[in-house]
């Protein structure tokens, strides 16, 4: 494993610890074993421990042992396998109405585009279907990457530009698409730092990240077996996975060092998708829809933000 010396985030060196437990000590030991079942080598954690800290200045909370590179390829590829079989697929024509159909239409409304015209990039896609919504909407050309083969080869076959991010050309992306990435990245700002260039003048990059809500409480309890979105749940600081738990400020401050502002979202946008001839959502897909703005701004469990250049 390795040591972060300062906030991965904003850099400073100043942060306050919450949390502190050797992986192999219990509750946590119990958790990773069977959260990570037959897989789990707990040999490879054995020069790190689990501590997590909250940065004076931005407010991140991060952990301070972070996976290297042949933890994180036995994390992700070998220990969490099982859990990332490849999903059932959804049928093209439900995507178009989908969220992440509307999400796109909601992107050419504000960079005042056709989906047809719009240049996107989705970083960190999974199995593509972010990208293949936006296909179902009319856009042509976008690009997308993942750090497994298999899920690049699945999207490249859905119609997307599966591509390494140095081959993607500065200055042209409408929107950078990262849902669920930012949290798991060793080093955020590094990354930031080489999708910024990839934006147009009016590109915008979307974060969205799980977001810890009273935690201090919730590591008190220590529930680390707590379900997901339950009240003691502890899934946005999850160990060796969720290294940085993120708040506005500490996006907002990250982004800050690359000339990044926030882009505000006229309410008007997120219902681009009514009235598209796509075909009807599905009532759970056009209720969630008609919340979405609400859900965005006050949802307790995600943190989902839009930034451009200052
Ligand atoms: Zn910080």
């Known amino acids: 494993m390795e040591i972060r010396q300062s906030c991965p985030a904003c850099g400073s060196r100043n942060a306050l610890k ?3 437990s050797p992986f192999s000590v219990d509750p946590l030991d119990r958790h990773l074993k069977v959260y990570y079942g037959e897989h789990y080598q ?3 954690l054995a020069n790190g421990s689990f501590i997590l800290e909250r940065c004076n200045s931005c407010t991140l909370v991060f952990q301070k042992w972070v ?4 933890l994180l390829n036995s994390l992700y590829g070998k220990w969490l396998s099982s859990s990332q079989l490849r999903p059932e697929l959804p049928a093209d024509h439900k995507l178009a109405t989908s969220r992440d159909g509307q999400e796109v239409l909601m992107i050419a409304s504000v960079v005042q585009k056709r989906p047809e015209d719009l240049q996107l990039l989705d970083y ?3 199995w593509g279907y972010w990208g293949r919504a936006a296909i179902a909407v009319g856009v042509k050309s976008i690009f997308g990457f993942d750090l497994a083969a298999e899920r690049m080869e699945e999207a ?3 119609g997307i530009t599966a591509i390494e991010l140095d081959q993607v050309p500065n200055g042209t992306i409408d929107f950078i698409n990262t849902e669920q990435v930012f949290e798991h990245l060793v080093d955020p700002f590094g990354v930031l730092q080489s999708l910024a260039p990839k934006l147009n003048v009016n590109g915008i990059l979307k974060i969205s990240v799980p977001k810890a ?6 590591l008190a309890i220590a529930d680390w077996d707590a379900p997901k979105y339950s009240k003691n749940s502890l899934h946005s600081v999850h160990p060796l996975e969720h290294v940085n738990c993120w708040s506005a400020r500490s996006v907002l401050a990250m982004a800050k060092r690359l000339g990044l502002v926030e882009q505000s979202r006229p309410f008007q946008s997120y219902y681009s998708f009514i009235g598209k001839n796509l075909g009807f959502p599905a009532p759970k897909d056009l209720l969630k829809g008609l919340a979405r703005p609400i859900y965005h701004r006050y949802s307790r469990n995600n943190l989902y933000l839009w930034l451009r250049r200052g």
């Open 213 to 218: 809500n009273d935690l201090q409480r919730r």
């Open 124 to 126: 960190g896609m999974g």
């Open 156 to 158: 490249a076959a859905k």
């Open 18 to 20: 919450l949390y502190s």
């Open 67 to 70: 996976p290297n590179s042949e």
């Open 42 to 44: 707990p040999e490879m």
